[in-house]
């Protein structure tokens, strides 16, 4: 039995579709209490935040965000009795907003992007309230540090991880988890996924692009650049269609940016895929009346492991028509 809904944070790692000669896995975020990766900073950010006697129960916090970190903290809040304002774009889905309203957290929605969303924040900082700051916390990175990337390194067990790759909002999750990698795989290559068409990192200027979740418009302090090996850029449409497929051939119901990551992973898998090798897959449960043969532990440990984040829930895009019957 658990003591708090906080206590069940924690996600699995699946190996979903791979090229021939190498595996790509990832880490289901969907399976955190509040539906994504964001449970995770939200709960460490809190927790600090407390233990330094900045913040009590009772207080008023704030926080802009384009949703998912805005649904953690809701529920974080709502588990710590803590009144909470998120100030969001409003072009962020319905889903979004009613998830966040549902937990509690009282909503103002703002005209812009994320620039206008920290202004207003800071605004209310003014009148009282106290901001966590998700882009500069240290707390951030240092979550997925301690929890997702200690979790990959003990789900992937005597597997080499080649390649990690994340997309870019905070920079918490590249951040935390690729350093923890890196400790435990040093040669592994980190790879950031941006918006083609709002490529800061890239390009260097911000751009327009309706991604939710990736791509903020600007370098987030938390985002760690020298932990980088390359950065790679997707279109929104072709995330999408990627959601699209990894719903309907492989069951995972998953958003924007994770259709992003997806297919990055996949381009990465192929560069490094050594086609001369049959990479064994790991036994599934599904059948328990068909004996799975335990893989060769050579074998395994030969073929290339990238390993990726599926930030969220596909149910949190569905008003934007990213599976409509017609898409």
Not at 188 to 207: C, D, F, Q, W, Y
């Amino acid at each position: 039995m658990k003591g708090s809904i906080l206590d069940t944070i924690g996600s699995p790692l699946v190996q979903v579709d791979s090229p021939e000669g190498a595996t790509v896995a990832t880490k289901v975020e969907s399976f955190n209490p509040g539906g994504s990766a964001k449970d995770r900073p939200a709960l460490q950010m809190i927790r600090t935040a407390e233990r330094e006697g900045a913040i009590e129960p009772g207080d008023w916090l704030v926080e802009p965000t384009s949703g998912n970190t805005g649904i953690g903290l809701a529920l974080v809040c709502a588990a710590r009795d803590y009144d909470l304002t998120i100030v969001m774009p409003a072009d962020k889905s319905k889903e979004r907003q009613q998830i966040m309203a549902a937990y509690g957290a009282e909503l103002e929605l703002v005209d812009g992007d994320m620039e206008a969303a920290r202004e207003r924040a800071d605004e209310l900082v003014e009148d009282g309230a106290i901001q966590l700051g998700q882009f500069e916390n240290p707390a951030n990175p240092e979550a997925h540090y301690r929890t997702t990337g200690e979790e990959i390194v003990e789900q992937v067990g005597e597997r080499q991880i080649d390649a990690f790759v994340a997309g870019v909002g905070t920079g918490g999750t590249l951040s935390g988890t690729g350093r923890r990698l890196r400790e435990e795989f040093p040669e592994m290559e980190i790879i950031a996924v941006e918006p083609e068409r709002n490529a800061v990192l890239s390009t260097g200027e911000s751009g327009d692009d309706d991604f939710q979740g990736m791509g903020p418009g600007f370098v987030s302090d938390n985002l760690d650049r020298d932990l980088l090996d390359r950065v790679e850029t997707v279109r929104l449409e072709d995330a999408e269609d990627e959601c699209r497929r990894l719903a309907r051939e492989e069951g995972l119901l998953v958003g924007q940016s994770s259709g992003a990551t997806s297919l990055v992973a996949q381009r990465i898998a192929r560069e490094i895929a050594d086609p001369d090798l049959e990479c064994p897959e790991p036994p599934s449960e599904f059948d328990e009346s068909v004996a799975t043969p335990e893989p060769d532990g050579g074998e395994v440990a030969d073929c290339p492991l990238v390993v990726t984040v599926f930030w969220d829930s596909g149910e949190r895009y569905l008003s934007t028509g990213l599976f409509d019957l017609d898409s």
